[in-house]
């Protein structure tokens, strides 16, 4: 019997690493208290700056390469047919955007990964200021000759997620925000993580998109409970 793996495709358009300035309302003291409520204070650039960069040691290297891997517990039956494109980082002063992230993948258990780092070339320590994954809005359609109902459900099988990188190891952005941060000259590496759960082994009869929606993190100068 001839079995066909039909192809999924994962295309995202941009994700967004916001990097917030710190911006700070003061008060100025004097014989009488006068507030200038509207004023605000942004330190110069070269002093608060985060970058991405697919290389540990250089803040340089745009382009990351994605790693092509399989849920450990499914490794034998799981073939490494699945394909990444080459995804590219933008430093802005405000954000970092990441594009071209898009994929294929044909089995449940298949994993892509793509991993870069984020360092602190700044003056001053950032924090975790926010972290939003969301894969419930996740955009699912069904390309030519694709059942709907059949995209429905591999759609709740893929999912994106976040980790970054300490001594014990790949962690979730969850917890303690303040327990998440750079110092000055500091680097923490990223893995943006897609999965194709094996859970019901779940096909579809032809090739669909994905777009997610609402996915990021950002960090600030200013610490977040």
């Not at 003291?29 to 700056?49: E, G, M, R, Y």
């Not at 697919?54 to 382009?63: G, I, K, P, R, Y």
């Not at 954000?95 to 071209?100: A, E, F, Q």
Request: aromatic share 10%.
């Amino acid at each position: 019997m001839r079995t066909i793996r039909q192809k999924n495709n994962i295309k995202i358009g941009i994700l967004v690493l916001a990097i917030g300035l710190m911006s700070i309302a003061f008060a100025t003291f004097s014989s009488n208290l006068s507030i200038k409520s509207s004023t605000t204070v942004s330190p110069n650039p070269d002093n608060f700056q985060v970058l991405a960069s697919a290389s540990e040691t250089s803040t340089s290297d745009n382009n990351i390469t994605p790693r092509i891997g399989k849920l450990g517990a499914y490794a034998e039956t799981v073939p490494l047919t699945q394909t990444g494109s080459i995804a590219v980082i933008e430093n802005g002063t405000k954000k970092i955007t990441i594009s071209n992230v898009s994929m294929t993948l044909d089995t449940p258990g298949q994993e892509i990964d793509y991993e870069f780092y984020l360092h602190n070339t700044g003056k001053y320590k950032v924090y975790l200021k926010r972290y939003y994954e969301d894969n419930s809005t996740k955009k699912c359609t069904p390309l030519e000759g694709t059942d709907t109902e059949l995209t429905k459900k591999v759609c709740s099988k893929i999912d994106m997620d976040w980790f970054f990188k300490n001594d014990q190891g790949w962690q979730w952005f969850s917890g303690d925000k303040k327990n998440i941060y750079l110092d000055p000259g500091d680097k923490m590496k990223i893995q943006i993580r897609f999965l194709y759960s094996p859970n019901d082994n779940v096909r579809t009869d032809g090739p669909f998109s994905i777009e997610f929606m609402n996915q990021g993190i950002s960090f600030s100068t200013a610490m977040f409970e």
